[in-house]
């Protein structure tokens, strides 16, 4: 009975043994010669006996073993060896060939686990050392497939048309001679090489790296080719196209993705402004979420690339403003899609001081360059954060520069070459608003406040009370209107002196618009100055038709033409000493007693043959009288020489004085002529020079001057010429800038020494609020700060004429 037990377990045990011999050879040995219906029912008996999972278990550690030892290893081996590659084409062939084998390999019972884990066994092996080659091969074949479907979607890779026909023989897009043409296999082999790795859950894994090095330098190159240089014109709607098409390439990478997830709805990515005609770029083709994914990366690296490639050019795109207008456009649509911002600053910052911050570069240029900033840069950032500090070392660096408030005055009265658009903004009439004022958009609606950007310049200024007008932020360089104003009162000055005639329309239509930009007191000096111009006007119509009412032997020998100014209003006027000849004189004082005798309250300035002459005025017994500038003006006289007459020259007054005294003898020393004169030695030399170069004069041994009677016929003047020497054409007929705050500081001195007379001591603070209160009125003072005015106390104490202890500011005692 044990013999018979016995014999009748060991039956079952050898059907077992039989059994996985008969697997395990069918599954090791391809070529093994089991049936299908031996090893489903060995499979079957295995099962039954509660074998199946050591028999996966099995299966996996005999397919890990042979795919780390054989399968890998040649696998990796053929991208190794450049020897043993196979043609591009070729390897697309291999591929579909594998791709087969694979099916039928991964096409057999089994369950979905055990089919999985596979797969992680050999994605495991595949990951754990891959070749850089792989990474070549694939980006190589994707390039490939990325020019072929752009090929026959009508787009070349580099962004241009395709022709309609294949050149010379041979096809655009896989690169072959159009007989040997394998487009359509590569866009197959695309889909099969997805359905791979799809199913083996590599695609994103092998494709990822290759797809955005591809999009990223494809979208790079097409950027250089087209936009590089080019301002005028918007790009985005022209990339928004290409990029939907490329959309389509990334359809067929991830076409198993798709298939695998199905249909759902498009990303949403903005869509381009101001382009109503075209459908907005969310409402395109369906895809799937890997799709969508890809859509955000494409448009996130074209914005980058964008930005990237404008800021290396923003300084040249402000230069060239308004007509770069559209590239700023598509710079601030990109812009607001990319952290970027403080990378524009600190590359525009770097390109202003380098290329317009240095001593090279003129005043009128770096103004105009400024001006196109600002409105570029309000155009970019409404904010107006980008313009507050990228530009901070504009405004800093032209605080230095000496004549930056002339230029800008210049421009505002349309004189400079380089800022004419300050002259149109002028004609806007919007007040000027200093940034530390306060502002009238104070009560606005609080629901319409938006913060500033996180990179603006911590200030109590908010975005809507950061002005954006182009006077105002010009004005705001020095924070005070003063100083503007005071040199238009300078600019205009000089040209009421140089003008010779009384037409100041266009002085008044400046004035009336800088009344509007700055306020009418700060601009009353001014008015004064013009009403001088129509006084002076009047006074010497009612003086000539004095004059005509007189006998011949009473008509004056010279008719004299003034121009009356007012002292207390125009800016100080440069000294000089010049003594002029008796006929002049004799004229100035003929004048003078016609004019007292109106008893008008102004002040003068006159011209000898005819002659301008410039007088101030002063006051005797409470009459009014006139205080000659003989140096300022000009004279128009005729020179009769032996063969020739010069007609009509207008000269200024030092020239008219130093040819006139060659009508009392035919040579004259410099020595004497400036002892004549009462003027230095080397103005009168300067001055001679005029006369020499136009042939009238000439110097002989011994620095003795004589008349030219006959002279060349290259030598002989038009008539009706102003001679205009070279210091006279530089030169201003006011005081400098300096030299006024000289004068208006010593204004100072003398109320603090008034002030410290009275009270004994002080400390800073309470001179400058004593300052204040005292010089508040009239543009002839500017008020000074607190730090220029411990300056100026410091700079009296070097000198000995105050003394400090502990803060407190006092007289010297004297002796």
């Known amino acids: 009975m044990e013999e018979t037990g016995m014999e009748s377990d060991s039956a079952p045990q050898q059907g077992v043994a039989d059994a996985w011999e008969t697997v395990t050879s069918a599954l090791v040995s391809p070529g093994c010669s089991v049936t299908k219906l031996g090893l489903s029912d060995s499979l079957a008996l295995l099962c039954g006996q509660g074998l199946d999972r050591l028999l996966g278990s099995w299966l996996l550690e005999t397919l890990q073993l042979r795919l780390s030892s054989v399968v890998v290893p040649e696998f990796w081996s053929g991208l190794k060896q450049p020897e043993n590659e196979l043609e591009e084409r070729g390897r697309a062939w291999t591929l579909g060939m594998w791709q087969a084998l694979g099916r039928v390999s991964l096409c057999g019972p089994g369950p979905e686990g055990l089919q999985e884990r596979a797969f992680t066994i050999i994605r495991a092996l ?157 409402t395109g083709h369906p895809g799937s979420l890997v799709l969508k994914q890809w859509r955000c990366h ?132 919007d007040p000027v608003t200093l940034e530390m004022q306060d502002s009238d958009e104070e009560g606005n609606d609080p629901e319409d406040w938006t913060p500033d950007p996180t990179d603006a310049v911590p200030d109590k200024m908010g975005s809507k009370r950061r002005s954006s007008d182009i006077i105002s932020l010009l004005v705001s360089i020095y924070g005070s209107k003063d100083i503007f104003i005071d040199e238009y009162r ?175 003898k035919s040579s004259w020393t410099l020595e004497e002529l400036s002892a004549k004169l009462g003027a230095p030695k080397e103005l009168v030399h300067r001055k001679l020079a005029l006369w020499q170069q136009h042939g009238v004069l000439r110097e002989e041994a011994g620095g003795r001057y004589y008349v030219v009677e006959t002279g060349s016929s290259k030598e002989k003047m038009e008539r009706g010429v102003m001679l205009i020497d070279s210091d006279e054409e530089r030169d201003s007929n006011t005081t400098t800038q300096s030299e006024q705050r000289e004068e208006k500081l010593q204004l100072f001195w003398a109320y603090i020494q008034a002030m410290l007379t009275n009270l004994d001591s002080m400390t800073l603070d309470r001179i400058h609020s004593m300052l204040r209160m005292f010089v508040a009125t009239g543009p002839v003072v500017t008020e000074m700060d607190v730090n220029e005015l411990e300056a100026f106390l410091q700079r009296k104490v070097r000198e000995h004429q105050l003394m400090v202890s502990a803060g407190v500011y006092r007289l010297p005692k004297s002796n």
Not at 315 to 322: C, E, M, T, V
Not at 645 to 661: D, E, G, K, Q, Y
Request: charge should be negative; aromatic fraction near 8%.
């Open 298 to 429: 494409m448009y996130q690296f074209f914005c980058r690339i964008y930005v990237n490639m404008r800021i290396e050019e923003l300084f040249s795109i402000i230069r060239d403003f308004p007509e770069s207008k559209a590239a700023i456009e598509d710079l601030k649509f990109c812009l607001e899609r990319t952290n970027q911002r403080q990378q524009l600053l600190t590359s525009l910052k770097s390109a202003f001081e380098s290329r317009l911050l240095h001593p090279g570069v003129h005043t009128s240029d770096i103004l105009t360059v400024y001006i196109s900033a600002i409105k570029a840069l309000r155009e970019l950032d409404p904010s107006m954060v980008i313009l507050q500090v990228a530009c901070q070392p504009i405004r800093k660096y032209l605080r230095t520069r000496e004549d930056t408030v002339r230029q800008i005055v210049a421009g505002l009265t349309g004189d400079a070459e380089g800022c004419a658009d300050l002259a149109s903004e002028l004609s806007r009439g």
């Open 490 to 664: 300078a600019v205009l000055a000089d040209r009421l002196l140089h003008q010779l005639n009384y037409n100041t329309a266009r002085e008044i239509r400046n004035v009336e618009l800088l009344k509007l930009r700055f306020g009418e007191s700060h601009m009353h000096y001014c008015e004064v100055m013009l009403k001088d111009m129509a006084d002076s006007r009047r006074i010497n119509s009612n003086i000539r038709e004095e004059e005509s009412r007189l006998s011949e032997e009473e008509q004056p020998s010279l008719s004299l033409s003034s121009i009356i100014l007012s002292s207390e209003f125009w800016p100080s006027l440069k000294e000089e000493k010049l003594e002029l000849p008796p006929l002049i004189c004799q004229a100035m004082e003929a004048y003078t007693h016609r004019y007292e005798k109106l008893k008008v309250e102004f002040t003068c300035r006159f011209t000898p043959s005819q002659a301008w002459l410039f007088c101030l005025d002063d006051h005797h017994m409470a009459m009014r009288t006139l205080s000659w500038k003989p140096h300022l003006g000009s004279v128009t006289l005729d020179l009769e020489l032996e063969d020739r007459t010069l007609t009509n020259l207008t000269v200024s007054p030092i020239h008219a004085a130093i040819i006139l005294h060659f009508q009392e």
């Open 126 to 282: 595949l990951l754990f050392s891959p070749s850089p080659v792989l990474q070549e091969r694939v980006l190589e074949f994707y390039s490939r497939t990325f020019s072929v479907y752009m090929n026959q979607e009508g787009q070349a890779e580099d962004g241009a048309e395709v022709s309609d026909g294949p050149e010379r023989g041979v096809c655009s897009g896989c690169g072959v001679p159009t007989q040997q043409c394998w487009c359509k296999e590569a866009l197959e082999q695309l889909q099969e090489l997805s359905h791979i790795l799809s199913k083996l859950q590599l695609l994103e894994w092998v494709s990822s790296e290759a797809v955005t090095s591809i999009l990223h330098k494809l979208i790079e190159q097409r950027m250089e080719q087209h936009c590089r240089g080019e301002y005028e014109r918007s790009f985005l709607l022209e990339f928004q196209k290409w990029l939907e098409l490329v959309l389509g390439w990334l359809s067929k990478v991830f076409a198993s993705e798709v298939d695998r997830e199905g249909v759902t709805p498009v990303p949403s990515v903005p869509s381009v402004p101001s382009v109503p005609s075209v459908p907005s770029i969310q």
